[in-house]
Antibody, heavy 123, light 108 residues
Framework: QVQLQESGPGLVKPSQTLSLTCTVS??????????WSWIRQPAGKGLEWIGR???????NYNPSLKSRVTISVDTSKNQFSLKLSSVTAADTAVYYC???????????????WGQGTLVTVSS | SYELTQPPSVSVSPGQTASITCSGD??????VCWYQQKPGQSPVLVIY???KRPSGIPERFSGSNSGNTATLTISGTQAMDEADYYC???????????FGTGTKVTVL
């Protein structure tokens, strides 16, 4: 059973960089064919996809955030990470990591999610 | 940018059928999935590829997708089904996962 767990600072100052890590257990992040994504949800609002990284290391980002986002993978630690620069209060949200398949129609949905971590942007 | 629109809320009596719509341009040409999210919890996939149920999801959850509208149907709704529901699709033109606006289902 695959499990995902987010970790990182719960409080980030405005203009600084938000950094989160997702640790994958129950399977190797580099085996098989999967897309590993970050998704966020402001309190009381809907879900917003941030970006993804493929098993091979290639990335796709939400155009609305692309200039500020970097997603990377560390296969030795079975983790992938999110960096979001120049944060403002509007970036305050619960951040989730999630997995989608890498082939065919399995690419179009997320079958495993982390429990989420709240990141607050405030001075 | 591509948008998916859902009704903000749906109310249903226990044992009755709840239908949640998700509207988007030519949505029937895309693969649609649905997530259930209870307060303080992560989303859970309940329908994928328009109408398929993951293992462990009750048969009372079903889905369809045609034209500009996808529909999630909960038959014989139970109190435990009270939650927020989000549709989601992949927009190939922008290489973007798009989520619907979300629908709060209340079981009265």
């Amino acid at each position: 059973q695959v499990q995902l767990q987010e970790s990182g600072p719960g409080l980030v100052k405005p203009s600084q960089t938000l950094s989160l890590t997702c640790t994958v257990s129950g399977g190797s992040i580099s085996s098989g064919s999967y897309y590993w994504s970050w998704i966020r949800q402001p309190a009381g609002k809907g879900l917003e996809w941030i970006g993804r990284i493929y098993t091979s290391g290639s990335t796709n980002y939400n155009p609305s955030l692309k200039s500020r986002v970097t997603i990377s993978v560390d296969t030795s630690k079975n983790q992938f990470s999110l960096k979001l620069s120049s944060v403002t209060a509007a970036d305050t949200a619960v951040y989730y990591c999630a997995r989608a398949g890498g082939v065919g129609a399995t690419r179009y949905f997320f079958d495993y999610w982390g429990q989420g971590t709240l990141v607050t942007v405030s001075s | 940018s591509y948008e998916l629109t859902q009704p903000p809320s749906v109310s249903v009596s226990p044992g009755q059928t709840a239908s949640i719509t998700c509207s988007g341009d030519k949505l029937g040409d895309k693969n649609v999935c649905w997530y259930q999210q209870k307060p303080g919890q992560s989303p859970v996939l309940v329908i994928y590829q328009d109408s398929k149920r993951p293992s462990g999801i009750p048969e009372r959850f079903s889905g369809s997708n045609s034209g500009n509208t996808a529909t999630l149907t909960i038959s014989g709704t139970q109190a435990m089904d009270e939650a927020d529901y989000y549709c989601q699709a992949w927009d190939s033109s922008t290489a973007l996962y798009v989520f619907g606006t979300g629908t709060k289902v209340t079981v009265l």
